[in-house]
Each structure stands twice: as C-alpha cells, then as structure tokens.
C-alpha cells in the first residue's frame, strides 16, 4: 500500500466516524469521494446507469447505516466496494441482466476531450471485457482498474483467493484470446515445425 492509499484509508475512517456520529457532510464528502469509482465498478456488472445509480444509493445508504460497525479488518475502499458488489448482485436478480450497449458506456465513462488513441484503445477494451463472464470483468476492474490486491478482491467478493487468482487467469487468458481479432489482427498461429 502507498503512502496516498494510507493517508486516503486514514481520511475514509475519520469519515466513517463522523458518519456514525449522524455527521451528514461526512457522507456528502464520502460519496462525491467514491461515486465515479463506484460507477466505473459497477459498469463491469450492468451497462444500465438507473441501476448503478440505485446500487450506488443503497451501498451509501448501507455504509451510512453501518458506519459504525465497521472494525478496520480491510481498508474502507475494500468495505465500500464490497457492499457495492453485494448490492450490484441484488439488484441483478431484481432487474435482471441486459445487453451491453459499447456506445454509451464509453460516451458515459471516459470525458470528450480523450484523444481519439486512447478513445480507440478504450473501446476495444471495452469490447474484450463484454466478452467476459461478469465475474470476470468484476474481478479485471478490481485489480486493474482499482488497484485492489487479490486479498481485497476475495473479501469484496467473499469467496477464496483461489477462486479469484482462477477468475484472474482465465479473465486475461480469454483477452489475451479476444483482443487481436477484435482488432481486426488475423489469429495467431503456430508454425508447423519441419
């Protein structure tokens, strides 16, 4: 953990004190502090941003409501985030899972102002990571795209770390698979050997 992840997780505890004081700004700042990592979390689990924004609600509401309960076993991120994913998969049995429309998420996710690369790299990674199962995408987002470690993954996601090292693998072995042909790249094939 860097010196910004302590000084960070430091913040979100003091917040969480105060928010179990009924402190209501604590909870203001902790959810303009967390909104857009939970949007771009819970995109890897729906496409649908009613949902997210639901989802997002209720985990705040639960962190509000609990706040005080929490015993510092993992970093606060680790907690939220791992309230989100219960939430997110609630509210998929609720509302069920839908299609993945790349337009909007990518319009959605990254600002205007990108550089037409990184616009182009973005989308074609966006369409690898469609091609994934949602435990997948949840498990590539939390590593990668958030810097969790497999020990904060497997508690958000309440399962053994083996189970996620195995999600990892198979996540990166299917992009690794996906990615040349969606980018137009014939398949890679092995040479015969004389």
């Known amino acids: 953990m860097t010196e910004a992840d302590i000084d960070a997780d430091a913040t979100d505890r003091m917040l969480l004190q105060r928010m179990s004081a009924g402190d209501r700004a604590a909870l ?4 303009r502090s967390y909104h857009g990592r939970l949007c771009r979390f819970l995109s890897r689990l729906t496409r649908r941003s009613d949902v997210i924004e639901e989802v997002i609600n209720d985990c705040l509401w639960i962190t509000w409501q609990k706040a005080g309960t929490f015993h510092g076993d993992s970093r606060v991120s680790t907690w939220i985030i791992g309230i989100a994913y219960r939430c997110g998969l609630k509210a998929l049995r ?13 319009e959605d996710r990254f600002p205007a102002h990108c550089p037409d690369e990184d616009r182009e790299l973005r ?19 939390l590593v990668y795209g958030l810097g969790h470690t497999l020990d904060d993954v497997a508690v958000i996601m309440q399962c053994p770390v083996g189970t996620v090292k195995a999600r990892l693998f198979h996540a990166r072995v299917k992009l690794r698979n996906t990615l040349p042909a969606l980018a137009g790249d014939p398949p890679i094939r092995k040479e015969s050997m004389p």
């Open 123 to 141: 989308d074609w990674l966006a369409k690898g990571l469609s091609r994934l199962s949602a435990d997948q995408r949840v498990v590539i987002e």
């Open 28 to 31: 203001a700042v902790l959810y």
């Open 94 to 106: 609720q509302h069920g899972d839908e299609p993945v429309d790349d337009d909007a998420l990518s």
